[in-house]
């Protein structure tokens, strides 16, 4: 249902783009989120879209990266700048998806892309 894309390797202070496509049978989706992981931690939300455009994003993050969708291609997307080594985790989004012949929106994950930040 939902595939994230575009982690990769970067040195500190470069930027990365991420996005996630979701699949289906979709009526609409309505929050769109940004977590990420790293091992012996647990899972950290990063940016929460919602369905107009409101956003909110980590302290940690604030002013680095920025959440954004695109209603049109049902996609979520996370513009990574000034990364620095701590960023290094892997990367999930999720969406509450409502499908057709749904009565309410489920939660979907994507399956994680892996950022690492070289120092």
């Known amino acids: 249902q939902l595939q994230a894309s575009g982690g990769g390797l970067v040195q500190a202070g470069g930027s990365l783009g991420l996005s996630c496509v979701a699949s289906?049978?979709?009526?609409?989706?309505?929050?769109m989120r940004w977590y990420r992981q790293t091992p012996g931690k647990q899972r950290e939300l990063v940016a929460v879209i919602t369905s107009g455009g409101r956003t909110n994003h980590a302290d940690s993050v604030k002013g680095r990266f920025t959440i954004s969708r695109d209603n049109a291609k049902n996609t979520v997307y996370l513009q990574m700048n000034s990364l620095k080594p701590e960023d290094t985790a892997v990367y999930y989004c999720n969406a509450d998806v409502l499908e057709t012949g749904g009565s309410r929106p489920q939660r979907y994950w994507g399956q994680g892309t892996q950022v690492t930040v070289s120092s």
């Open positions: 289906g049978s979709i009526v609409v989706i309505n929050g």
